[in-house]
DNA sequence: ATGGACCTTCCCATCATGGCAAGGTCAAGC
DNA sequence: GCTTGACCTTGCCATGATGGGAAGGTCCAT
């Protein structure tokens, strides 16, 4: 099966496929005598497993582990400590989010949003201490 | 102030600085005569301003918006709507964060994490229907 | 044998950010 | 005045995951 097909087939593009091989993050597929990648079922089954990866958020690092201790059959204690640590990333990352949403909206909801040109939220932004909530109204200022 | 003292002083980079006026979300600012840039007050405000929203995710083109107003001393109207789109964008990232993170705990938690190879983690990543959750376990398929 | 669909490699672009290099400037100390 | 070190300037390169496209080779059906 040639790439195009390869990709139809599992939803990873073709693009995506040579860069995971250039990675190494795939092995190098066999050739034809004129030097087209050739895909099977191994391999189609390997590029879904790293498209669900993919899907479910982990880092290319992570997918590269986790394609290891898959094809090594390896213990699953491996795989429990990756996605629980992917938990934890998703945990911190909700979590964030979540404040900043909330910060965000508590703005906007005490914004009259009519014509007038005070607004809480860009008073808030422009760093003026302004409401009691302000401590909670900063967002964390994250080194990014 | 130069550039140093002003990135210093606002949590921006000079890197970040010079970037921002290279894609005209800061206007130029003067110049010494030996071509050091030099920031005043204002610019330093601006550049608060900037930092602050961007602590807060809004995106670039967000941003040059919400300055726009914010200089314009424009109705709060506009910002208001601003706010809040990215309200939604965050709520909804965070729903789709979140569907993964109780997927992948879910997983986890059906782990025996020991060191028997046998992994649930594994055998979803690799599409193996195989639990009766496993509609609910695969993550949907964004095309991301 | 010709055309179209496919494949190959290589280069470029994204976006926000950092790093590095070569060269100019400024201020402090001798 | 001159040196030195800290700062500034511009410009290029790199990131990570992805797409776009060009130039050229291959395969298959008509």
Known sequence: MNIGQAAENTGVSAKMIRYYESIALLPDPKRSASGYREYGDVDLHRLRFVRRSRDFGFSMEQI????????????????????????????????????????????????????RPECPILQSLSGKPQTATRSQAIPPTTSR
């Open 64 to 115: 590269a582990k986790l394609l290891k201790l898959w094809e090594q059959k390896r213990p699953s204690h491996d795989v429990k400590e990756i996605a629980l640590t992917h938990v934890a990333e998703l945990d911190e990352k909700i979590q964030h989010l979540t404040e900043l949403r909330n910060t965000l909206k508590h703005l906007a909801d005490c914004c009259h949003g009519d014509h």
